[in-house]
């Protein structure tokens, strides 16, 4: 076995580094949660995250950036962590950094030659979905190799990037995509350019407000394609999984924290309102929700062979309602002003219902677990 990129030892001294990385550099561009930052904020946060190594660089070998070499254990730690302290100052940064990484992750993956302009900071974005979520149990059975006639149907549908269009979240610096295709009967990579595909600005989303959502189309030749292996569809939704799962984790240790602070301060009925028992109540179930995504993404920290699937989009499907219910609790801590954009809270729930909807949402798992466990 190669020794890993990351000692042991070293692991929490890069997470407090990146932590420091998010309060000197993040948190002085996101700190007005009613004013999202500026596409050229973003750009300079990428630059800076590049340099810093939290962004896969253009370097032949993989460092231990976000999702660079996930079959070691630390590194996969180390995106788990740093995604976690991204998404608890901005969650829609920590979104856009995930998908970059995501789509070089797939790139080395498939065998994409990716070019310096490919490779440039928020250039290149992935998709792991189609227009009907995860197929339904289709999926599921593919990737175990039992897809039936029947599935063909669903699978062509469901991929058909030319009839239908996919809703792609992402900055406005994109200018390449990464997702699957059904490339003539068999499911494929597609690499485009933006200039390849149709694209059609969406109007502004529910949250994560530093992003832009399109409805983009592209025909099946476009671009470069590539053959895709059920591992590799597998491999690809598994550190989306985890990434979303890590990134929401983030956003309501912000929250708790967010709650915890004015809890202690404000006053109502001659005591501070960490005293009444409703209040101790809501705080208990926003740090219960925080403990259970603790427990679970400590779970799921493995090398990538070992992930399940199965097992992510199922804590996916426990803890995103919970974190969603956590984040509402954290602005009726706040009362009234948790209301306001300025306040904080109304962001962060905001943010949150938007992540249990990404890669699918939550509502096709049971279909998918369901298929996956058919004999």
């Known amino acids: 076995m190669p020794p890993s990129l990351i000692a042991a030892d070293d692991l929490q001294p890069l997470l407090d580094e990146v932590s420091r990385f998010c309060s000197a550099e993040i948190a002085l561009i996101t700190a007005r949660p009613e004013i999202p930052a500026t596409a050229d904020d973003v750009s300079k946060l990428s630059q800076s995250a590049l340099e810093f190594g939290i962004l896969p660089g253009m370097d032949q070998e993989p460092g231990f950036a976000l999702w660079e070499q996930p079959d070691d254990v630390n590194v996969i730690a180390f995106s788990i962590g740093a995604l976690k302290q991204i998404a608890s100052v901005n969650a829609g940064l920590a979104l856009a950094w995930h998908r970059h990484a995501l789509a070089r992750f797939l790139a080395r993956a498939t065998g994409f030659q990716l070019t310096e302009t490919q490779q440039a900071p928020l250039a290149l974005t992935a998709i792991s979905t189609g227009h009907h979520g995860l197929a339904r149990g289709s999926l599921a059975r593919w990737l175990n190799q039992r897809a039936a006639n029947k599935d063909q149907p669903m699978l062509t549908d469901w991929l058909d990037r030319t009839t239908h269009k996919t ?153 995103h309602p919970k974190l969603c219910l956590a984040a509402n609790l954290a602005m009726q801590v706040h009362g009234g002003i948790g209301y306001m954009q300025d306040c904080g809270p109304e962001k962060l729930l905001r943010d949150q219902n938007m992540m249990r909807l990404q890669s699918g949402g939550i509502r096709e798992i049971p279909l998918f677990v369901h298929a996956w466990g058919e004999m």
């Open 167 to 319: 809703t792609v979240t992402a900055t406005p610096q994109w200018q390449h995509l990464i997702w699957p295709v059904w490339h003539k009967g068999i499911m494929s990579w597609q690499l485009l350019n933006r200039k390849e595909v149709s694209v059609v600005p969406c109007r502004p989303q529910h949250g994560l407000d530093e992003l832009a959502t399109w409805q983009v189309s592209a025909c099946q030749e476009a671009g470069v394609v590539i053959k895709a292996t059920p591992q590799q569809i597998s491999s690809m939704l598994i550190l989306d999984a985890l990434g979303l799962l890590a990134i929401a984790a983030g956003i309501n240790q912000h929250g708790e924290a967010m709650a915890r602070a004015f809890a202690s301060l404000r006053r109502q009925g001659g005591r501070i309102i960490n005293q009444h028992p409703a209040v101790q109540t809501m705080l208990a179930t926003i740090q219960q929700a925080q403990w259970e995504a603790e427990m679970a993404l400590n779970r799921l920290t493995r090398p990538l062979p070992r992930l399940s699937l199965k097992d992510l989009l199922m804590a996916r499907q426990q803890l």
